[in-house]
């Protein structure tokens, strides 16, 4: 099965660096799907790119939080998107709403609700506008072109190691903390 090779090859990923994030922060749009959610209805099945489910579940098995920021103007479909992919549970916050702030308040929403800082969190989106944005606020931040991948993973995780000396920064083996929804 594809998720499961996936998820085997985005473990092995993880397990080459010694710091890794707390948290992991994903778009929507053209990030994890490929679509735009303003263009579908809600009665549509929705698919992910062929590697989002299981670089996820690698997270997930690593104890690595994740979370959603999408400008979405349609938050009402995204959500029944995830629903129907059955992945929402997956996430310990989902700031899903329209906005021209290219998801700084997106980003303040999910600080507040997870007291992750800023510095801990890596952050994959399609929109360069936003990567700048956020990057300004501390975030290590990676441009996807043709959804989140393996690749994107490994320079993600590469860009993170780079910029973390920080001691909030938990180490690759210590367990992270699950945090509630």
């Known amino acids: 099965m594809e998720d499961e090779r996936v998820k085997e090859g985005a473990l092995r990923t993880l397990g080459l660096f010694q710091v890794l994030p707390r948290l992991v ?13 303003e263009c579908r209805s809600k009665r549509e099945m929705p ?11 690698a997270f997930k098995d690593k104890g690595i939080n994740v ?5 979405s103007p349609t938050p009402d479909i ?3 998107f995830l629903q129907k992919l059955d992945i929402q549970s997956m996430f310990v916050a989902q700031e899903i709403f329209s906005s021209w702030t290219h998801k700084t308040e997106h980003f303040q ?11 801990s969190m890596l952050f994959f989106d399609d929109e360069h506008r936003n990567i ?7 975030v290590t931040s990676v441009h996807v072109v043709n959804g989140v991948n393996l690749e994107k993973l490994r320079l993600g995780l590469r860009n993170f190691s780079h910029q973390s000396v920080s001691p909030n920064i938990k180490p690759a083996d210590e367990k992270v903390r699950k945090l509630g929804s």
């Open 25 to 37: 922060v994903f778009d929507l749009d053209y990030t994890l799907w490929p679509f735009y959610c």
């Open 47 to 57: 698919s992910l790119y062929p590697h989002a489910e299981g670089i996820h579940y």
């Open 67 to 71: 979370a959603i920021a999408s400008r």
């Open 78 to 80: 995204a959500k029944t």
């Open 109 to 119: 929403r999910i600080q507040r609700r997870t007291g992750i800082p800023f510095k």
């Open 132 to 138: 700048e944005a956020i990057s300004k606020m501390g």
